[in-house]
Every structure is written in C-alpha cells, then in structure tokens.
C-alpha cells in the first residue's frame, strides 16, 4: 500500500477530489499554504493499492493543470531601494507536487 501526497492549487481541488471520488479512492484534504506565493494550496492525501498509483498519478494530471497567473509585486522584489512601486508579475501557478511513501500497516479503525 502506498501514500499519495499531492499538494495542489486550491481552485484545483474540487475537481480532482470528485474525479478520484468517482474513480473509488478516499481523499482527505488539509488546508494549507505555499510558501514562495503565500497562496492556499490544499493537501490532498491518498491511500492506494500498489498497483493503483498510476491511476491516481493520471486523475490527478489530468486535473492540476500549470497555468499563468498576474500577481502584484512591488519593484522592491527587484530593486531594494524603489520602496513600494507596485508592479504586475506574471508567475506559473497551478500543477502538483506529489509524494508516493510506503505504508506499513494500515488499518481503518
């Protein structure tokens, strides 16, 4: 049995928790926050038969597409000395980091 971790954009979510519903795996989802956008993002953990992961691994492809965001920065992030100039960035948001660890024991209690 194997752990899947996925850590996902949160307007992803919804989707892929039905799509992986529907295809009969159970999904517990945490809240949770990025680090370098300080965004929410959310937890998705997956337990999974062995011969199951590829499976999950395409759901959750399928639907955790990378896609182009506008976000404000300020010319700070660039130039120290500009103070708090604010300026659009484009950066890649969306996608998944996904962690696949082997389980020991599992047992529903």
């Not at 996925?6 to 989707?15: F, R, Y």
Request: aromatic share 6%.
């Amino acid at each position: 049995m194997k752990l899947v971790i996925a850590i996902v954009n949160k307007d992803d979510t919804s989707h892929l928790t039905k799509d992986l519903i529907k295809h009969g795996f159970y999904i517990t989802t945490l809240n949770t926050t990025g680090g370098f956008l300080r965004s929410e993002n959310h937890t998705c953990l997956i337990g999974v038969d062995d011969d199951r992961v590829d499976e999950v691994m395409e759901i959750i492809e399928r639907n955790c597409k990378m896609r182009k965001s506008i976000i404000p920065g300020t010319m700070a992030d660039f130039y120290p000395m500009a103070g708090h100039i604010t300026v659009p960035l484009e950066v890649t948001v969306g996608g998944a980091t996904v962690f696949v660890l082997n389980v020991d024991e599992f047992k529903k209690l």
